[in-house]
């Protein structure tokens, strides 16, 4: 039977569509904006007219799957898409949520996010066991853990519902671009941005969308997964020197001193900066068999896409 994606226009979603259609599945993809998902059509998948926000539209997408990705989120930092965040986050993952037990699907994998993986006092890498203790993060990260909160309710309720937690995905195709993305692109064109004082997990984003795959097939109902590396928790100077080796570019310099790059974190045009996106992928590694491929191929092969497609110069 089919599986439905959610977001499947967008970095993660367009890769965990492209997996699917390649091991035969039937699937199906709810786009905002039909030409958006053209390619997808072209390679096989049914494309739906649709917005999670509206739930007859979700409904209509989900009747006779039997599996649901639900992909899709808003990312910004802008104060004006505060609303927006919420609308999408929070009341289009109980459209999800609510469509999909409707109609008795088998397993319903839910997206969230590292970053609604608490922190810990002392540091320590946080795994699945860390309660959400982010309240001063950002708009997003709290829209996100309140749609969590929606897709735990529904699990403890009787609901096939698995959640999974990916970290930065790194990877070719991130066209719009993520937050990953483009702190990529902008050491590529030689900007300094802030970086989490406490290290960043990233991750190949093939091996997170394999990771959705083992989820549904293998995952606990009501369990929660966190999708990286075990190797990847790079701290400012190791992300630097990986991304100097793949791009053949010195890394930017920092325009000032330690505070000022606190406060730029803050107020920049990246929004809050988070301490620490840091993450223990163990559960994921040992229940799932979550891929764990060559973390510096994956930044390698990122660097060349966007190169060869004109965001470096910024013609994207």
């Not at 004006?80 to 999408?88: A, E, K, M």
Request: net charge positive; charged share 20%.
């Amino acid at each position: 039977m089919t599986a439905l994606v959610t977001g499947a226009t967008g970095f993660v979603g367009r890769h965990l569509a492209r997996l699917l259609l390649s091991q035969e599945e039937p699937v199906r993809v709810l786009a905002r904006r039909l030409h958006a998902a053209d390619f997808l059509a072209e390679a096989g998948a049914e494309v739906i007219s649709g917005d999670v926000t509206r739930l007859g539209d979700v409904a209509a997408a989900v009747a006779g799957c039997r599996v649901v990705y639900h992909v899709a989120a808003a990312y910004s930092t802008r104060p004006q898409d505060i609303g927006w965040l919420y609308q999408v986050n929070v009341r289009g993952t109980l459209n999800v949520l609510l469509a999909a037990r409707g109609a008795e699907v088998a397993r319903i994998v839910h997206v969230s996010t590292v970053g609604t993986i608490g922190r810990l006092p002392d540091g320590t890498i946080p795994d699945e066991s860390v309660p959400f203790n982010l309240w001063d993060g950002s708009h997003y990260v709290r829209s996100k853990y309140f749609g969590e909160l929606i897709a735990r309710a529904m699990a403890d309720a009787g609901a096939p519902v698995v959640i999974v937690h990916p970290t930065a995905c790194v990877g070719p195709e991130d066209v719009k671009p993520s937050a990953t993305g483009r702190r990529l692109l902008a050491f590529l064109r030689g900007q300094w941005v802030p970086y989490p004082a406490g290290g960043v997990n990233f991750v190949p984003v093939e091996d997170v969308v394999r990771g959705m795959v083992a989820a549904a097939e293998r995952g606990r109902v009501g369990e929660r997964y966190i999708l990286g590396h075990a190797r990847g928790n790079l701290d400012e100077g190791a992300y630097l020197d990986l991304m100097a080796r793949v791009s053949g570019q010195p890394a930017p310099k920092p325009p000032r001193g330690k505070l000022w790059q606190r406060l730029l974190g803050r107020g920049s045009r990246y929004g809050h900066l988070p301490q620490a996106l840091t993450a223990d992928p163990t559960r994921a590694i040992r229940e799932l068999g979550m891929p764990q491929s060559d973390l510096e191929d994956a930044f390698a092969r990122a660097v060349a896409w966007f190169r060869d497609n004109g965001y470096v110069e910024g013609n994207r």
